[in-house]
């Protein structure tokens, strides 16, 4: 057939084919695709597709695709990164879309860091993470073996590893060789915590003690509380141990005299963790260098001055609900700059400088 007597026969079968129903225009192309050798159903297949299976993140423009991929979930972009290296390559490049994704987290993100390869891997170590944590198969595991009754208080520092039991005891663990360092007969215990020469223990029998590693003799007890004493800490350079009891108090203790110095009140509730740290930070009360007294109980963080002035007034009351119905836990951190406390619903933190939540 001649060119132009073509081109007037395929304008008269597109005029009639346009006027059919969809119906009709499906079983006419079934009966030409039948008719079709190895060469039409090739080239039908490349142009078919180049219609149907358009590859969007290849067409539109970067701005947009980041737009787009904004909108779905970091599991559903992880699936969407094993289509293709083109897809890979332009989910891994979305900057925002992983630090988001890090951000709801929990991470503290530092808007400097652009490299978006930098985010999908903290955020994919971070699942990871998770899911070992899920897994329980997140940490080595071992049994020290040694107390006869229920271990109660855990301090570690540098390695090692104070355990108070109610066997009356209180035991030093190399936790990398699982060896017991020192052990001690003591009272029952709530609290413990430790440097090279000593350990200080509060009780459930209302007391804190010191004692001697190295000889097991007890140096100093200490005698006021009314109920359990469930935290302690110490200062060495202030001469000062500070003890949190189910009497709602906190006592401030001469450390090396053994003498009470003060008690602070206005916990409604056991105040289960007690902190002292200097601070780093400048803040409305406070100068870097500062020491700080932390107390907890159930609702509430008190932030205390040091010194030895009677019946001293609490700075600054901090809380998580005005209605109390969400309760704080008895891990309370403090590394100078922000304050940490984890609850039913998660952890707190709060900027010292300024006393603002931060999430």
């Given amino acids: 057939m001649e060119r132009k007597d073509f081109e007037t026969w395929l304008d008269n079968i597109s005029v009639t084919f346009l ?8 079983e006419t192309l079934d009966h030409l695709i039948s008719l079709s050798g190895a060469v039409q159903l090739r080239h039908l297949s490349n142009n078919l597709e180049t219609l149907l299976k358009r590859d969007f993140l290849k067409l539109l423009p970067l701005e947009l695709s980041f737009y787009l991929l904004k ?16 897809w890979n390559k332009v989910i891994s490049a979305c900057t925002e ?21 930098h985010w999908k891997k903290v955020y994919l170590k971070a699942i990871l993470r998770m899911k070992q944590l899920e897994d329980h198969e997140a940490f080595e595991t071992s049994s020290l073996i040694g107390h006869s009754a229920r271990v109660y208080a855990l301090y570690y520092k540098d390695g090692l590893l104070c355990t108070g039991s109610d066997d009356l005891s209180a035991k030093l663990w190399d936790v990398s060789t699982g060896q017991c360092v020192y052990g001690i007969q003591t009272h029952t215990c709530a609290a413990v915590k430790f440097d090279e020469q000593k350990l200080v223990t509060g009780s459930f029998d209302n007391t804190v003690a010191c004692w001697e590693w190295s000889s097991g003799a ?7 509380h009314t109920g359990a004493v469930f935290s302690v800490d110490y200062s060495d350079e202030l001469d000062i141990l500070v003890s949190g009891s189910a009497d709602f108090a906190v006592k401030v203790w001469a450390l090396s005299a053994g003498t009470c110095l003060n008690t602070l009140t206005g916990h409604t509730e056991w105040v289960t963790k007690v902190v002292l740290q200097k601070c780093k930070v400048k803040s409305l009360l406070h100068s870097p260098g500062d020491y700080i007294l932390l107390s907890a109980d159930k609702y509430e963080i008190k932030i205390w001055p040091i010194g030895r002035e009677i019946n001293c007034k609490c700075l600054k009351t901090l809380s998580v609900s005005e209605d109390r119905s969400i309760c704080l836990q008895p891990r309370l951190h403090f590394d100078g700059k922000y304050i940490v406390c984890s609850s039913a619903l998660g952890l707190y933190q709060w900027d010292f400088a300024s006393y603002d939540i931060l999430r």
């Fill in 19 to 26: 006027s059919l129903t969809d119906l009709q225009k499906n």
């Fill in 71 to 86: 909108w779905l979930d970091p599991q559903t972009l992880l699936t969407c990164c094993l289509v293709s290296k083109q």
């Fill in 97 to 117: 879309v992983w630090q988001t994704a890090c951000k709801n987290l929990g991470w503290q993100i530092d808007d400097s860091v652009q490299d978006s390869l």
């Fill in 218 to 224: 007890r140096t100093q007890h200490f005698r006021g």
